[in-house]
C-alpha cells in the first residue's frame, strides 16, 4: 500500500505543477523529471512486484491521468 500511495502522491504532485500557471519553468521541469521516473521504475524489466499494476490502476483515476489532468485546464 505504501508503494501505490508514495506513487499517487508524486503523480498528483507532478500534474499539479505540470498544469499550474504560477509554476517556475524549473519546477514544471523537475515534476517532468519525476513523471519520468515514476514510468520507468514502472517499466522496468527486472521489476518483480506489482508497480506497473499500480501505475495502470492510478491511471484509470482521474486525479492521477495525465491526459485528463492536462485537458481541464
Do not use: H
Not at 517499466?43 to 512486484?49: I, K, L, R
Amino acid at each position: 500500500m505504501t508503494t501505490k500511495w508514495s506513487m499517487k502522491s508524486t503523480i498528483q504532485d507532478a500534474l499539479d505543477d505540470i498544469t499550474s500557471v504560477n509554476v517556475s519553468s524549473s519546477r514544471r521541469t523537475r515534476s517532468l523529471a519525476a513523471l519520468e521516473q515514476q514510468l520507468a521504475l514502472a517499466c522496468a524489466p527486472n521489476v518483480e512486484d506489482d508497480t506497473m499494476n499500480i501505475f495502470l490502476e492510478l491511471q484509470d483515476t482521474f486525479e492521477c491521468n495525465g491526459r485528463a489532468t492536462c485537458y481541464s485546464c
